[in-house]
């Protein structure tokens, strides 16, 4: 924690770039605000965009760490804005966009095509092996399991973890933490008629389950603290036995 005092003056340097400008050229500009109690970055940048520069891109819903589109790096790691507060940062602050998915503009990227692609890759819905009566009640499921699957339903698709991952850098293939927990989710849900077969032949390769080079970057990052790399341990040890 960053022991810092009321009024303090922040510096904010934010890489900024507009790839739709064929004139733009990326460049480091450079704000300079007094930080108060309770300050975000997400209330930062709002205050930067209507003081200084209204031309200045980057993503908001939620403000509650649940839409997890501000996403940034944020002094050199990946975490959301709207639940980082200045106070614990120093007073010199620089700002990225998420590397891996495509730049919009400034802070702005688009996870969500990213997203899209891996969740059609990787079938990220249940497989039921016949039609489903949508009047039929389910069948009852174990608090338990309920609660372990919901544990990985918890993940916001944010695109920290795989801004994070060594892999992703090196593979545009890798499905990176956010597939792999995914898999992790299907696997236990007992609705789903795959087996461990079928979750092989979707990441049990490099650019799946093998791919993870285990420097835990992902599980560092992840704003919901989510257990990233037990379950990519979990699911190495399956895929191994499967092969």
């Known amino acids: 924690m960053i022991n ?17 400008d064929p004139t733009s050229e990326p460049h480091v500009a450079r704000f300079e605000l007094e930080e108060y109690e309770g300050m975000t970055l997400f209330i ?6 209507e003081r200084f520069a209204p031309d200045l891109q980057f ?13 940034m790096v944020i002094n050199g ?17 620089t700002l990225a966009p998420l590397p891996v998915f495509k730049l919009i503009g400034d802070l702005s990227v688009d996870t969500g095509e990213w997203m899209r692609g891996m969740s059609e890759r990787l079938e990220t819905w249940i497989h039921e092996t016949e039609a489903v009566d949508i009047h039929a009640v389910e069948t009852r499921m174990e608090p338990e399991l309920a609660e372990d699957i919901y544990e990985l339903d918890r993940c916001i698709e944010c695109g920290c973890c795989v801004s994070a991952c060594g892999t992703a850098r090196m593979r545009e293939d890798f499905v990176g933490a956010v597939g792999l927990n995914k898999i992790a989710r299907f696997r236990l849900d007992p609705r789903d008629a795959r087996d ?3 979750f092989y032949d979707l990441i049990g390769d490099d650019d799946g389950v093998f ?4 420097l835990l970057g992902c599980h560092d990052v992840c704003p919901k603290e989510l257990p990233l790399q037990t379950q990519i341990a979990f699911l190495r040890r399956k895929m191994v036995r499967v092969s």
């Open 4 to 20: 810092s005092s009321p009024g303090r003056s922040l510096i904010f340097k934010i890489l900024r770039h507009n790839p739709q």
């Open 44 to 49: 930062a940048l709002n205050e930067i965009r």
């Open 59 to 71: 993503d908001f819903v939620c403000r509650a760490g649940i839409c997890g589109s501000c996403g």
């Open 77 to 93: 790691r990946p975490g959301l804005a709207c639940r980082t507060l200045t106070s614990t940062l120093e007073s010199e602050i």
């Open 196 to 198: 461990d077969g079928d």
């Open 211 to 214: 791919g993870c080079m285990s």
